[in-house]
């Protein structure tokens, strides 16, 4: 099934080091273009006495995006045998940052594009740095136009050899470095004769190797309880505890373990209107459900399953943040923090960096968070809390915070801190 193996990657580099040329390049050698566009490309090209570029064609979608014509079809994306493979844009880096922290688009994976004439620009630098606050930790390093210096081994190796001493400080480590030619197609969607030194894998299998994100309905059981129903049914007194399912699969029988309480219970009834008969529902579904015997669990907790990954209950946790407060956040201040249906206040403990989302340069140990800026800090919850990391699972780790009552910034946990915080 083409849609559970469905992939975002995001494309980042220097402006004319080659992105539009190689999503050109990636969606004409896929086939993937809508029917007539390369040769209507083609045409204008002819017709205006310029040379065809790839690149154009990407223009030639953006437009008719713009226009809404066919926005289904102008969307970015192109498939192998093995997926689809949808390329999120990046309009500008504030919007983007926002997007990716927030979670309106994540990309599993990313291409980073180096001229191999121009070498490494400081614009290389902030895009690495870019990737590394975004977590995205599937990289591919492209070294394009490849053309440009002869297909030179030599070349390609020194470029490699200073970045790689760059991303590793920042903690990244790229999974491949591929020597191509947008331009021409090398080692793009097929190995290039032109560079026999090179035997790794082309752009496209190098993508295809890459892990796809693992579908909600295959993640451990996480149904934050929204609310708790008490009803007189069969002669007692029932609750029913009732929530979304965010992942997992919950099934009449289960034993669970609801957190922060640390509290368990047997499924022993699912109450999903208007069919009352179910005996399992899945990620995706507002359920309810009762349990054998009575609970005392309310709104704020998370439901999982004993024996799958468990949460972790901490108190302070390392996380990344996009800031849209009017003010800065600061340490000191007390703000609210929305995860799930959990809501907790919470005081920002330390800034670890942050990075100005319009330049992407980056500030070690601020001493605020400013309007539009990414942050990698950590946060203290007044109280334990039940979270995910975000690679564990994706959807518990998300998180707003709110301000004066209004939603001042989002992000992602990244990892958790204390964890002898339990205290059950
Ligand atoms: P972007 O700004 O990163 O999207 O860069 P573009 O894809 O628009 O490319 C900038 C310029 O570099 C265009 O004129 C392309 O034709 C050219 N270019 C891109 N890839 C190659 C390549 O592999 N070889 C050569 N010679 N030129 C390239």
Not at 106 to 129: C, M, Y
Not at 167 to 181: A, C, D, H, R
Not at 321 to 345: C, D, E, Q, S, V
Request: net charge negative; charged share 25%.
């Amino acid at each position: 099934n083409l849609q559970d193996q469905e992939m975002k990657i995001v494309i980042v580099g220097h402006v004319d080091h080659g992105k539009s040329t190689i999503i050109g390049r990636l969606m004409a050698d896929t086939d993937s273009l809508p029917q007539g566009k390369l040769e209507q490309v083609r045409e204008t090209c002819r017709r205006n006495s310029k040379p065809f570029e790839y690149a154009f064609l990407l223009d030639a979608l953006k437009e008719e995006q713009a226009q809404g014509i066919t926005i289904d079809v102008a969307r970015m994306f192109f498939k192998t045998k093995q997926r689809n493979y949808i390329i999120l844009d990046a309009p500008g880096h504030v919007e983007f940052l926002k997007n990716m922290v927030t979670g309106a688009a994540q990309a599993e994976a990313a291409l980073l594009v180096i001229d191999a004439k121009e070498g490494i620009q400081i614009n290389s630098l902030r895009h690495g740095n870019l990737l590394s606050m975004l977590g995205v930790k599937q990289v591919a390093i492209l070294i394009n136009k490849m053309d440009l210096v002869d297909y030179e081994e030599e070349i390609f190796k020194q470029i490699v050899d200073s970045y790689r001493i760059f991303l590793e400080k920042i903690g990244i480590e790229p999974i491949y470095y591929i020597p191509v030619s947008g331009r021409f197609g090398d080692n793009i969607a097929s190995s290039s004769g032109n560079m026999c030194w090179y035997s790794g894998p082309t752009v496209l299998e190098a993508l295809d190797q890459l892990k796809p994100k693992k579908q909600p309905i295959h993640a451990a059981l996480r149904m934050p309880v929204q609310d708790v129903y008490k009803f007189t049914g069969h002669g007692d007194q029932r609750r029913i505890i009732a929530g979304t399912i965010e992942s997992g699969i919950l099934r009449v029988g289960d034993e669970l373990i609801f957190y922060p309480s640390g509290r368990e219970g047997r499924v022993h009834s699912i109450e999903h209107f208007p069919t009352t008969e179910l005996t399992e529902v899945q990620a995706g579904y507002a359920t309810g459900f009762t349990l054998e015997e009575q609970a005392y669990v309310s709104r704020g907790e998370l439901v999982t399953k004993k024996g799958e990954t468990s949460p972790k209950v901490v108190l302070s946790f390392r996380a990344n943040l996009f800031w849209l407060g009017k003010n800065p956040m600061i340490p000191g201040k007390t703000y609210f923090l929305k995860l799930g249906t959990a809501k907790r206040r919470i005081k920002l403990e330390g800034i670890i960096r942050v990075m100005d989302a319009s330049t992407l340069d980056p500030n070690y140990h601020p001493e605020r968070i400013e309007i539009n800026n990414a942050a990698e800090c950590i946060l203290k919850c007044d109280k334990p809390i039940a979270i995910d990391s975000n690679y564990e699972m994706s959807l518990n780790s998300r998180f707003v915070i709110v301000d004066e009552y209004e939603i001042a910034g989002g992000g992602i946990i990244q990892e958790a801190i204390n964890e002898r915080q339990l205290y059950w």
